[in-house]
């Protein structure tokens, strides 16, 4: 790979994918946001050029000056931090690097179940009008036990890692699509989700909310 020191990316994402909004609030964070242009993508769009760049035509996909592309989002941070010449994000190694990547694969997964529910609508034809209840509960189980986890033993607000940017993409995403239900369940992380915004004000600049 030719070096990266000052070569400049292309993200393909929508601003509304939680996934894409984790590298977007990595990249700010590592000060790599000015070498990043974000190309809009759309998933649904076979004509999209996001399925040749991968092939599982899932967004972000970050793309090199020489067209070469990146994914998913971890393997993207990963990068972004390799580049920024840091380990803020991701401990370099050692039982810390593997219980940070576990967790943020668990606040992930928060996000992966969230947005089965939302295709399951999506992709369902509408004629029966029926949702596939057991589909839908086995992925709210899968978001419940997560935030459960979470909830006894949330991340350091004062700290900005992989962790805690995975978490409050998820939140962001339950927030805007409300698969479920889960601030009422879970006093210590809408705390969390408080203090984590005033430590890392991008978060609330890259809102799907406030996507037009
Ligand atoms: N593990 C992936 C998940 C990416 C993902 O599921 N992205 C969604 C949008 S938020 C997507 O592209 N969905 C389209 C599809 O699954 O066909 C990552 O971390 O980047």
Known sequence: ?????????????SLTSPFGRKVRIAADVLGLADRIEIELATTVDENDTLR????????PCLLLEDGTPIFDSRVIIEFLQEIAGSHQLIPASGVGRYRALTRATLADGIADAALLIVYETRYRPPMPPEHSARWLAHQRGKIERALATFERAPPDPAHTDIVSISLSCALGYLDWRKPVEWRSQHPKLVKWLVRFTEHTPFYARSRPEDVK
């Open 52 to 59: 040749q760049q991968n092939p599982l035509g899932k967004m």
């Open 1 to 13: 790979m030719p070096n990266q020191t000052h070569a400049k990316f292309v993200l393909r994402t």
